[in-house]
Each structure stands twice: as C-alpha cells, then as structure tokens.
C-alpha cells in the first residue's frame, strides 16, 4: 500500500517543501535592487539568522546534489574567500543598523576546507559586521574525512557549537557504489575532537535508498551512529535524477534499491532510531528529547527553513556566497549559482542576487500551512487563515486532492483540520502540495 501511495502521488518528484513557494517558482524579476531595499526595510532590533555558503569540496560524492566544486588547491578556495568577505561588507551596510544574530550556520561542500586563520578571520569580519550573542548559535557542516584536530580547535575558538557531520552510510559496499569511503574510525575520531574542543552538539546526516543498500546495512549503520549519540540525526531518501544531476550518472541504477525496498528502510531506520531514544521530527529528523528540536516540537514552535528543520524563530535568514537562498520581510533572493556570475556581481559593487520571490498575502498563507504540516503532521487550515485574515474558501483548488489523500487513509480532516496519519508521515509531502498553488505549472 506504501509504494503505490508514493506511485499515485508521485512523491518522488514532489518539492521538500523547506520554503514555500520554492526555487523553481523564483523570478529575475526580483534583483539586487529588491534585496537591497529589503534590507534597507528590516525592523531595527529585529534578529537575523545568517547563512555561509562554501562550495568547495576535496572529491565528488556520486550522489550529491548540491552545486559544488572538486579542487585540491586551496588557492580557489581563498580567491572566493576575498569576494564573499566583500559581500558580506555589501550586505551588512545596506541594513539600518549592525542587525543582532541568532544563529549562523556554515553550509556546502565542505566549509572545514576553509583554513583555520581564514576561518578565524572571516568569524572577526561577521562579529565586527554583526551583533553577535553569547547565545548566538554557529554551526558549520563537517565531512570526517578531512577534517583535522587542528580544525576542530579552530571551531572551538571560534565559537563554533554545533557540528554536522556527512554519514550516509557506513557499509563499504555502498562507500565504494557513491564514491564516499569513509570509515567508523574516521567519523568517531572527528566527534571525539569536537567535543574535546567543547562542540557538544553533534548532527548526523545518513542517506537509504542508495545503491547496494539494503535493510540490515542501513540497520547496522543507524546503529553504529547512535553508539555516538548525536544529538540529531537527519535520515534523507536519495534522489536519483541524473538527467539533472550530471554525477549521478556514476552511480549503477541497477544496484539501487525498489520503492518497496526504499520504504522498508526508512522504516527500519526510525525504528532503531526511537529504539535508542530519539524523538521523531517532522518527515525526516530525529532528535534527543533535550535538544532544541525536540523542545520547539514539544512547544509547538518547530520551524522549517531553506535548510531544513529549525528551531530558529527568526523571520529574516541572509544568505552569503555563491547559490545562497535568503528569506527577508519581502520575499525570497537566491545569489547567482556559478561563481563567476556571483564573482562579477559583487565586483560591480551590488549583492550576488540573480533571483527571487515577491510574497503574496496568500503566498503567505499556504506557506504557513505547509510549514504546519511538515512540522506537526497536522495543520488546523481555518484558524491559520483566520490569524492572517485570509477567506479559507479560496482554497477550493486543494479540495479535490485533500479528499484524494482522505479516501486513500492519508489524512483525516475535521472542520478544516488536517492531521497526517502517523503511518503516513513519510507521505507528508503529498499532503503540503495540496496546498502548492505551483505545482501544476512544473
């Protein structure tokens, strides 16, 4: 029943919903000009989130999706270093005063390929630009495999409090099959020096559906993880599209697992994963009952954003570097994808936007309530529209599919309120796009 839901709803090609309305619904009608007035606009006092882009990494992984570039040299690496300094200077003057920070989280690639004096160094121009907290959160994304004592020092001094490490898998089998070997050994190593650093708080990313794998390998994997006790554990189904992702043309199609075997993994891997006594988050995170995302869950305050689950409450998220999504009191921006556009923006003295999305007063309303549902498993749609003064019946165009997922066993819906069945949540997707008014026109 699992596979042919997933088949009828043709989740495999349905958004993840981590912003509402997505990229593909961005615009080059939206510019630098927009951004800059936007910012120029945010409400003095107001908290940011910040968000770090470094698209470096040392080899390909086979599976990966994310716009990034191999290098060996470390010369590249400070060429971009010198452009995103300067857009960060370009930002940060546009804003009415130096704007308070929540959280900064270092994204890629592989933001550990940074040396540690440019790490330092580029920690000193966001602190001096920005109005950071003792509280302030910074997070950066960790590949084990190089990453060094010296670094996991650096982070310490830094400030750095949380860590994100790349799992995936830790079957040799399925290393070798997405060109990412990595061992036990390596991953427990790059925890043991963070926390001695004092980085405490520990996510692991793991991946099933991946080629050779199957349910007793991603088993023995969650396993092998929770002997760590990350505080996190995100748990993501590979997507394999290689007519748009170039790389995953490398990967045997023939040694990817069936739909039937994808669902009997995630199944396998919450299981052990609320065994060892992780809270389920939302579609794909698990946490310990003591971490943030655990508690804004328990509140009702989880939150989701262009980088996933959040319990950041902040409304206004800046991107910096090549790609980076910014969600600000207008709309979204997205900065030019390849670095030599992104480049000649910010030597042309103007932000890195190539494009981005005016919000609606309706925009804003699906949007909250797909971010219910892919939080809470449940969104109560009447009061929701209520709060935003918005007429709950011109969503006439979800009806039809809402009654869809209802017959199915999806949902069951009451006077407007929506709750996923927990059976289901892997389906939760399919319930967020009735609520996508995009989703024909993709």
């Known amino acids: 029943m699992q596979t042919s839901i997933l088949t009828k709803y043709r989740e495999a090609r349905l958004p993840w919903y981590t912003i509402y309305p997505t ?14 007035k936007w910012l120029r606009g945010l ?24 716009p990034t570039t191999i290098t060996r040299r470390d010369g590249p690496v400070l ?20 704007l308070p920070v929540s959280d900064v989280h ?18 000193v121009l966001l602190r001096r630009r920005f109005a950071f907290r003792e509280a302030t959160a910074v997070a950066v994304e960790i590949d084990p495999r190089a990453f060094t004592a010296e670094m996991a020092e650096t982070l310490g001094v830094a400030g750095v409090n949380r860590a994100s490490l790349g799992v995936q898998s830790f079957d040799p089998k399925v290393q070798k ?5 990595q061992s036990e050994a390596q ?3 790059a925890v043991e020096n963070l926390r001695g650093h004092g980085i405490s708080r520990i996510n692991f990313d793991l991946i099933f559906g991946l080629p050779k794998q199957t349910v007793q390998s991603c088993v023995q994997t969650a396993t092998a993880a929770v002997a760590m006790r990350p505080n996190r554990v995100a748990v993501f189904g590979y997507a394999h599209i290689p007519s748009v992702i170039k790389n995953q ?51 009702g305050r989880l939150r989701r954003n262009s980088l996933g689950y959040s319990a950041d409450t902040c ?85 039809e599919r809402l009654a869809m997922l209802a017959n199915d066993g999806i949902v069951d819906i009451e006077d407007g309120f929506i709750r996923v069945r927990q059976e289901h949540r892997f389906v939760v997707r399919a319930v967020a796009a009735a609520f996508d008014s995009f989703l024909a026109n993709r």
């Open 23 to 36: 990229v593909p619904d961005f615009s080059t009608t939206v510019g630098a000009e927009d951004y800059e």
């Open 43 to 66: 409400p003095v006092g107001d908290s940011v989130s910040l968000y770090v882009h470094i698209p470096f990494c040392r080899s390909m992984c086979w599976y990966c999706g994310f």
């Open 79 to 98: 060429n971009y270093l010198t452009v995103l300094r300067e857009e960060i200077r370009l930002v940060s003057e546009q804003a009415p005063q130096a």
């Open 106 to 123: 270092f994204g890629g690639g592989t933001p550990t390929l940074i040396g540690p004096a440019e790490f330092l160094d580029l920690m």
């Open 177 to 181: 099959a997405i060109n990412r070997v």
């Open 187 to 189: 991953t427990a190593a």
């Open 249 to 299: 043309c490398l990967i045997e199609e023939a040694a990817l697992p069936d739909s039937d075997a994808r669902a009997e993994q995630a199944g396998a891997v919450a299981e052990t994963l609320i065994a060892a006594g992780y809270r389920e988050i939302g579609l794909d995170h698990f946490a310990l009952p003591d971490d943030e995302l655990a508690l804004a869950q328990k509140a």
């Open 315 to 399: 409304k206004t998220l800046i991107g910096f570097g090549a790609s980076a999504i910014g969600r600000i009191g207008g709309g979204y921006v997205q900065n030019e994808v390849t670095r030599d556009r992104y480049t000649r923006h910010i030597a042309a003295g103007r932000p890195g936007t190539s494009k981005g999305y005016r919000l609606t007063d309706e925009d804003r309303v699906r949007a909250a309530i797909i971010e219910r549902l892919m939080c809470d498993l449940e969104a109560d749609v009447p009061a929701i529209c209520a709060a935003h003064q918005f007429d709950p019946l011109r969503f006439v165009d979800s009806a």
